[in-house]
């Protein structure tokens, strides 16, 4: 099944609207993608590139230039190309499978560090957005992927304190036979939700439909947050 993508934005749209979530247009979206050794299957079969295009749809509601910020990580993590409809098809190999740090070690709070870290690329347009007591900086939606636990746990809790307060929430995806028990605990920090798919998910994921797709996404934590934003008219 070919992905349609102006249809899989309807449908996200429709499945934001079922849970009443307000249009949301100055968001901006991220994306941070394992590439470490133990994910190099799924990079090379092509299965990633299929769940990652399932993403683009938020980037084109919710971000204002309709791009996703891309990392890579593994021991390290590399800041790429901004994933954009133009280009999202075959960014996998194109991009990822090239990147400086592909098929290493996996530690998470470096590139969780820079994802969380306010952007000062898109100031103005926001300003009207938040309370005059509230920050002016646009909100994050940071979407997280991996297949393992890091080796950086001590560190990753310890950034995970920075999202206390703040206008970014973290959406945690592991690719697992099982729920990963690092992740759960990340979980309990403000901001952030988990949920993990199978590694037979992943290799489906084509046949599932958007709509059972983007529910599952926009879970109750991540259904709550959104709705403390409201649109720019």
Known sequence: MSLNLNLSKQNLQL???KKN????TNMNV?????????FA????NGYTQ???????????????????????????????????????QDYVSSTIRTCSVYNCGTNYSEVIKEMITPSKDKPGVFSSFFKPSETKVPPKLCFFVTDGEPFDT????????????????????????KPISFLETMQRSQNVTYMNFTPQELKQIQSVSDENLYDRLLDDELTTWLKSYNSIN
Do not use: C, W
């Open 15 to 17: 499945t934001l609207e």
């Open 21 to 24: 979530i307000p249009s949301i």
């Open 30 to 38: 991220e994306f941070a993608m394992d590439v470490s050794a133990s």
């Open 41 to 44: 299957d799924e990079h090379r």
């Open 50 to 88: 299929q769940f990652l295009n399932r993403f683009v749809p938020f980037a084109l509601l919710f971000d204002p230039d309709k791009k996703m910020g891309m990392y890579a990580f593994s021991s390290s993590y590399e800041k790429l190309k901004d994933v954009s409809e133009s280009n999202y």
């Open 154 to 177: 001590s560190k990753t809790l310890n950034v995970l304190k920075e999202l206390e307060g703040s206008n970014t929430f973290i959406v945690l995806i592991s690719i697992s036979s």
